[in-house]
């Protein structure tokens, strides 16, 4: 069916008697395929009406070049020419508060539901509730579904109905869960005939939205099955290619969490599922405590007196730290906007426990950097790393830069790749004494907790 849209731009009311239409409002799901919200949006009757809104509230505070910004920009690009051909339909691209732009949606269609897929991030569920009650005022449903995760929120819990704050008891009921139900994959293909036939909707180019394109780009998910076989053995060498780099195609849902886990299960890569499974364990973690990403999940390492020395930080964010695989691993991320997650460990390690800087800096330097930034898994790896999390390692752990070093880039393949001065007079003494710096940071931390 074609329907004409009232002029976009205009606000007018909904009283004319247009056939009702259904919106889909991609977010973190930028495919069309295994695609939850939208399948049932298909399947929901009336023509659908595809809608990505860029979100002031999420890009104000990004860099103009942001990688992630262009990465969806043109994935909404390859979209749009998904929807056109073959199925003559669109995308329509709004940038503004989403109220705003339903606001105008509700004037501008006659809107019988609005589907959607789960977004659990606190920013996220506060603006998806402003909707939900602002069509309500319009007497339209707001539908959203499962579609990030295979198990979201309260799915996998304790006896008593608690979260679990501990991985591998978590890890072990969402495999029984998962080995009972296995009903998360979908079954139906999309109605596509149902798409809206109407290819003149709304667009914008990247300066439209006040963005330019970043030279750094996100590479693709690795294909295949025969890296997964070597992946257990190779996933902790920097050096390697070791792992699936499908992080930032998870966070924006250009790969399905169905498709993925369901392959790697089928290939017998039971550590990799396991890597998986932190991704969905961390997710819970933060529905069920979203005051983590301000405060420590242990509240008595609040305590702790983080010397936050505004000069070292830069070294550490510069890659300048004198100790080679932080400073490699920070120069990767600068670059590139991925970092190894060894060295993810060593690098946050080395800012909390060598320099005595705030998890919370770091957490944030990497949520502006990674491609693959994540909010849950980011603030629930760095507090692991602090010792103040959930299932945290112990805060005597203190990763030794130069053993890491030793024992995963013993070639120096992976240090000398992004370190092109280590033996030049350009690159930097260790900003601080390793033996040392253990010292005062377990005394810090010993005198933290022995104040709570
Ligand atoms: C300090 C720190 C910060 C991190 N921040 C993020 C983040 O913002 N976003 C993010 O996705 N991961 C984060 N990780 C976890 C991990 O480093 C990355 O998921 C991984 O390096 C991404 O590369 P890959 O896709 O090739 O991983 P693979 O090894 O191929 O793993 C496949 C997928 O499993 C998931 N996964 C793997 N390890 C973890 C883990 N420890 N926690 C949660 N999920 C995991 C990811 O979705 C990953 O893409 C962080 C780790 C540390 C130590």
């Given at each position: 069916m074609t329907i004409q849209p009232k002029n976009t731009q205009a606000v007018i009311s909904?009283?004319?008697n247009l056939p009702p239409v259904t919106i889909f409002w991609f977010r973190r799901?930028?495919?069309?395929?295994?695609?939850t919200g939208l399948g049932k949006a298909l399947a929901a009757g009336h023509p659908v009406v595809p809608i990505f809104i860029f979100d002031p509230n999420i890009l104000d505070g990004l860099p103009r070049d942001d990688a992630r910004v262009t990465f969806i920009f043109d994935t909404l690009q390859t979209l749009k020419s998904q929807l056109r051909q073959p199925h003559g339909s669109n995308l329509a691209l709004y940038h503004g508060q989403p109220a705003a732009v339903f606001e105008q949606l509700v004037h501008s269609y006659s809107i019988a539901a609005v589907y959607a897929n789960h977004d659990y991030e606190p920013y996220a569920r506060q603006r998806d509730a402003q909707i939900r009650t602002l069509l309500g005022r319009h007497r339209i449903k707001f539908l959203s579904f499962k579609d990030h995760v295979l198990f979201e929120t309260s799915?996998?819990?304790?006896?008593?109905?608690q979260p679990y704050v501990v991985y591998t008891p978590y890890m072990r009921r969402w495999k029984t869960v998962w080995r009972e139900k296995?009903?998360?994959?979908?079954?139906t293909s999309p109605n596509w005939g149902n798409l809206l036939k109407h290819i003149d909707l709304p667009s914008l180019s990247l300066a439209d939205i006040g963005f330019k394109r970043s030279a750094i780009r996100v590479p693709a998910a690795r294909t295949g099955h025969a890296w997964l076989h070597d992946y257990r053995d190779t996933r902790d060498f920097p050096a390697c290619e070791g792992t699936s780099r499908l992080g930032p195609h998870l966070r924006f849902g250009t790969v399905g969490i169905r498709k993925i886990f369901h392959e790697s299960e089928q290939a017998g890569a039971e550590a990799f599922c396991n890597e998986l499974i932190w991704r969905e364990f961390f997710s819970q973690i933060l529905w069920h405590f979203p005051h983590t990403p301000e405060s420590c999940f242990k509240p008595r390492f609040e305590h702790i007196a983080w010397r936050n020395d505004e000069s070292e930080f830069k070294y550490w964010c510069q890659g300048m730290t004198g100790y080679p695989l932080v400073d490699a691993g920070m120069r990767q991320l600068n670059q590139t906007g991925f970092m190894h997650n060894r060295v993810r460990m060593v690098t946050a390690s080395f800012l909390c426990k060598h320099l005595l800087i705030d998890w919370r800096w770091g957490e944030a330097y990497f949520a502006e950097k990674l491609l693959d930034y994540e909010m849950a898994s980011n603030v629930g790896n760095w507090q692991w790393v602090a010792g103040?999390?959930?299932?945290?390692?112990?805060?005597?752990?203190?990763?030794n830069p130069m053993t890491q070093a030793d024992k995963f880039d013993r070639d120096k393949r992976y240090i000398g790749a992004w370190i092109?001065?280590?033996?030049?007079?350009?690159y930097p003494q260790p900003i601080v004494e390793h033996a040392w710096a253990r010292k005062r940071c377990l005394d810090a931390y010993r005198r933290a907790l022995g104040a709570s």
């Open positions: 909904r009283s004319d799901d930028l495919r069309l395929e295994d695609n799915e996998i819990v304790k006896p008593d109905n296995k009903s998360c994959a979908e079954t103040c999390g959930v299932d945290a390692a112990p805060y005597f752990r203190i990763f092109k001065d280590l033996n030049a007079p350009s």
